[in-house]
């Protein structure tokens, strides 16, 4: 299972605090694959989903606040993603969720955080570099 890892760090403790709690949701998903727990695999998309929300809003805001110049670029990435999640949240309820899932999302969030992501990070962190 892919980890948080201090190369995947934005400079912008909120955002890698939102990170790590991505892969601790991924880690909750592999088990109920695993262990093919119906309930709580749509129990832990279903709380994916909501943490991306709030995440993907948090990100664009200070984004958009900076005035990155890839903005809309990174939002459609986010939406199309929204989108897959939305599919695999109703998938779950039908059926346990597949190892070809669980790889699915592992690999595009830690894809999209080490690339996407740290791609913004400077203009985030520029002029307010993070606490050492
Ligand atoms: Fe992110
Ligand atoms: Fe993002």
């Known amino acids: 299972m892919t980890k948080w890892t201090p190369d995947l ?4 403790s909120v955002l890698d605090e939102q990170h790590k ?3 601790q949701w991924l880690a909750q998903l592999e088990s109920a694959s695993a262990e093919q727990r119906t309930l709580f695999g749509v129990y832990v998309l279903t709380r994916l ?12 805001a200070m984004m958009k606040a900076v005035g990155y110049p890839d903005l809309a670029r990174h939002q459609a990435e986010h939406e199309v993603f929204r989108t897959r999640l939305e599919e695999l949240q109703l998938k779950s309820i039908a059926q346990d969720i597949s190892a070809d899932t669980v790889h699915f999302l592992s690999h595009w969030l830690s894809n999209h955080i080490a690339k996407s992501d740290l791609a913004y990070a400077p203009f985030l962190t520029q002029g307010n570099p993070p606490a050492k």
């Open 21 to 23: 709690a991505i892969f």
């Open 49 to 60: 989903k909501h943490h991306m929300r709030e995440h993907f809003a948090t990100e664009e």
């Open 9 to 12: 760090s934005t400079g912008v």
